[in-house]
């Protein structure tokens, strides 16, 4: 027998090393496994896709406890894909409640990034391609109290009114970033955010067009200038109307193509 083997029985008995006490009396709010990469199934515009998620997954530590359990994240993780359910706020809420459970946790977060696709048809031809974005769901715990928070990164056109004003013909444009972290008090689609970004800003682009569709583009974000200003705030007052979001912030990025250097603009409710 060797000290890791139980005198009566023989088994050998292993230590939890992670579940001893601690001294040194310090909470620690956040502990767990960052960048684990594992597939995830949506729900986009109806259909369940699958797609692989960066996830990040962590919990509160009490005091008197010396470790958590980072095993007890992948086995979780790996329990969740194997079922197979399509994310929605519904199934979020309650896995993330078993996670905490798992790692006997009253605090702690989930969060999950990965790219989305929408197919979309261009404007004019109507020739059919899919657009990526990128997306997260984003789950928290603090004080007893749940929250669910989705996010969208929507890439666009913008174009730049002071150029049209200025200039005797053409506009400098680029293409620009959206980026709606929305608190959901109901159920909300992706491809519903993706609208309220597209919507607001010069044009929306497309994967796949033809001289049509450039030229209905090109004219269409003429005659819609936006100043980074005007797009983020255009992007807040769709959200305002949406009784299904909560607190949000919303962030555009122009990459500007007169300057080396971003114009960007943060609207938070």
């Not at 684990?36 to 729900?43: K, Q």
């Amino acid at each position: 027998m060797n000290d890791l083997t139980h005198p009566t029985t023989g088994l050998l008995h292993i230590p939890d090393t992670q579940s001893e006490r601690d001294e040194r009396h310090l909470a620690i709010q956040r502990v767990g496994v960052r960048e684990l990469r594992y597939p995830i199934n949506l729900r986009i515009d109806g259909q369940v896709v699958g797609t692989v998620g960066s996830w990040s997954l962590d919990v509160a530590l009490p005091a008197e406890q010396k470790g958590t359990h980072m095993s007890r994240f992948v086995a979780w993780l790996d329990a969740l894909s194997q079922r197979g359910a399509a994310f929605d706020l519904a199934t979020l809420r309650e896995s993330f409640d078993a996670m905490l459970d798992k790692l006997h946790a009253t605090e702690g977060r989930v969060e999950a990034r990965f790219p989305f696709f929408l197919r979309k048809h261009a404007p004019v031809s109507g020739v059919s391609s899919l657009l990526d974005y990128q997306g997260a769901w984003i789950a928290e715990r603090r004080a007893g109290v749940t929250t669910i928070w989705c996010e969208v990164l929507v890439p666009v056109k913008s174009l730049c009114p002071c150029s049209k004003e200025i200039s005797d013909y053409g506009a400098h444009n680029q293409r620009s970033h959206v980026t709606i972290r929305a608190e959901l008090k109901a159920e909300i689609g992706f491809a519903e955010l993706v609208k309220i970004a597209e919507g607001a800003a010069s044009s929306e682009i497309w994967g796949l067009l033809k001289r049509p569709d450039e030229k209905w583009i090109t004219e269409r974000a003429y005659e819609n200038p936006k100043f980074v200003e005007d797009l983020v705030r255009d992007v807040a007052l769709g959200l305002n109307a949406e009784p299904r979001v909560g607190r949000y912030r919303a962030t555009v990025e122009n990459f500007e193509s007169i300057h080396n250097h971003s114009a960007f603009a943060v609207i938070e409710r």
